[in-house]
């Protein structure tokens, strides 16, 4: 006798048999002990089935409801929970298991067939369409996780590691069967093979979900709408999957947006990324990517607070103040190859020639600046993005776009645009202008920086651009933390962007030597040890930044009078920085290309900025 459950009884079979049903055994049919077979008709079993109870009306549509039952199907090896409605299924339900209070109706097939694996330990290809396998995608896979793996896929011993523990967290979880969770609905579906759907996901008008993981959480499920074919692909918490879009070997993270016949293979997604129209092969999308044209194809790059359309359509990237744009703020973009792409917020440079961005990786050490085309001349103008009303926005409009529950963020995103990551670079690029004005004099009208020119004014605001970001990131830092000497040696040297993560490179290291010799074993304890670098950004930011204080003021060590020169330096900074952001909106304005009254918003938005300099947090 199966535990919890038992036998039909002759008058049960009797109902059930005057309702159209029939069995291939009987006694292969195991009931809930509340089980009453009236709502029952039409049901053909085989194999094993357990049913639980169907008392009660479950909602099917907003303001509709219907009483739970299964009716007009087919049913082999199944396990039903408690007051499901399961109806009009028009070929066979084989090898499931369904939680409770499931609306299940018009679905052609669903199906577990042997060695089904539902998504996990899929071997996919990165950055490289042609290339053997990178990523290994599992359900604890994360933004940083995958990073890894794409990062040093030439350390042999780190990727053996690797791919070590994620096949024995796969084994430990992954079901002998398929499973529908609590509180699903699957309606007007073609086929769902080997796949796996948590608790309150919807499935509504898909073509084909096969060999694939619909995973969620309380507070955020993941919906399938019309038209949609998904393959051997995992789909994250609060991620919807819409209009016709084909998935091929693909990750889907949280709260992220697929939609509009977009078509996608071997790549992943993170962190509220969003997709429409395009295409994507072999893309690493990063936190906050987003593609929305039908042009734009997204292949062997890596990317994070990216915006397709911006690589494409110049007017889209340089948007000022217009409520209709989205604007970018690049932080990781680049090839295969490791060429930095587009970075003009934190780390790159872009040009425009014909209405179109191109990219050039030699400019990565001059880092929020722009390349533009004259005839066969390429202008660089460093720093010009700092002020501009753009970069402005996107600070402060990617926090907010954060739609993953508080309580549940898996993959890690650090939101500070001025970080010892982007910082550095600014150091190296000032101090690269600096090198050249000395070299060449301040006499002369133009400077060359390999196969670009510099004009004069433009060095000189490129110097005086990365200066006020230095001051400014100096006294927000300053104003986070207690004056004292830094308590740990770790932040030392350079830091790097693990797609989102900003860490010490030393940590990095430290980390992947930790799962080469065993110290880490599992994914959740890389996972944890990612999480404790993120929760010790402070700390190890307070290293790197009193090191550069003392190098920047020439100090042995910061005294209050210190600190009280560097906070009034911040002021100054900050207040000058503003002061060039409202040019660049009065410029804008100027130009017909927006409203006053959205010129005023914007203004007065700036004026309280003055509210945020004696605040203990700002940045």
Known sequence: MEEGYRLLTDDEIGILEDNGCTAEDWTSIFVAEDFLPTYLRDVAFYGKVRLGVFEKNIEVSKGFRKHSGIKNCTLR???????????NIGNYINNYTIGDECYISNVNTMETTDGATFGEGNMISVLNEVGDGNVLLFDNLTSQFAALMVKHIHDKELISSIRQMVREDIAVKVPEQGTIG????????????????????EVNGACRLSDCSIKSIRGASVYIGSGVICENSIIFDGSSV?????????????????????????SVFFANS???????CAAFCGPFTASHHKSSLLIG?????????????????AYKMGPMHYGIMERGSKTASGAYLLMPANIGTFSVCFGKLMYHPDTRSLPFSYLIAYSDTMYLVPGRNLTTVGLYRDIRKWPKRDMRPRTAQKSIVNFDWLSPFSVGEILRGKKILENMREACGEDVSTYNYHEYVIKASSLRKGIKYYDIALRIYMGAVLKRHALEPPRTTVGKGNWIDLQGLLMPESEEK?????????????????????????????????????????????????????????????ITARRTWIAEIRKDAEKEYTLGDVEEKVLDNFIEQLDKEVDFENQRLDM
């Open 77 to 87: 090896n199944v396990t039903i929970g408690d007051n499901c409605l399961i109806e």
């Open 182 to 201: 609590n509180n699903v609905k699957v309606i007007n579906t073609g086929e769902i093979n080997n796949t796996h759907i948590s608790d309150e996901c």
């Open 242 to 266: 819409l209009n016709s879009a084909k998935i091929e070997n693909c990750f889907v993270g949280e709260a992220c947006l697929i939609t509009n016949g977009f078509t996608a293979e071997s």
């Open 274 to 280: 969003y997709m429409a129209n395009g295409e994507a």
């Open 301 to 317: 790059g890596m990317f994070s607070f990216y915006n397709a359309g911006s690589a494409t359509n110049f007017s889209n990237h």
């Open 510 to 570: 430290r980390m992947m030597d930790d799962i080469k010799d065993g110290l880490l074993e599992t994914t959740d304890d890389v996972l944890e040890r990612m999480q404790q670098i993120h929760d010790n950004y402070g700390e190890y930011r307070w290293t790197w930044t009193y090191q550069m204080i003392c190098d920047y003021y020439d100090l042995q060590e910061i005294t209050e009078d210190d600190a009280a020169r560097i906070r009034q330096d911040y």
